[in-house]
């Protein structure tokens, strides 16, 4: 119990929605550190997780390569260790880089996220799993359609013979 009151005092001065100054002091697999404001924590990308094995290198050499980095928690957010962040490199999105060089993918698609739509420009061009539809123009219908269309007709003319025409009472002359 007394860890998890250690780490929310820790994590406190972060409030959410709010772009913080930050310095990286360590990058793996597992979690980035940061240190800001006096207190150093685990994070890692929120909402995007990454394609390919060593997608994490390509995270950790962006940082590097920053001269300024800043983090942003989103309100969906609990504050626990390791904290998901929205991770910027010199002014932009570390999960937007990321995502237009095909290096990660988004994982949950959640409008109520505060970057929800630019995750989603940024992923747009990538491949999506179902074609969108192609409406059909006039006069383009499949044959299938007229097939369907002339075994019902058949059906009914069947029906209309076996059932009225044959069975109806003749009237006999006298």
Known sequence: MQMILVLLAALLPFLHEQVYEAEVTGCDADSITLTSQGTTFESELFNVDYLEEDGWKKTCALLEDAQQVAFEVDDA?????????????????????????KKAYIEIRNPRYRHEDTLEMAQSDQSVMAKSAQPFTQGSLPLRSYLAYGIIVLIWIFMFYHLIYRHWPKVKNK
């Open 77 to 101: 957010v609990a504050m626990q260790e390791p904290l998901p962040v929205y991770l910027y490199a010199d002014g932009k999105m570390i999960q937007v880089s990321l995502l237009e060089q």
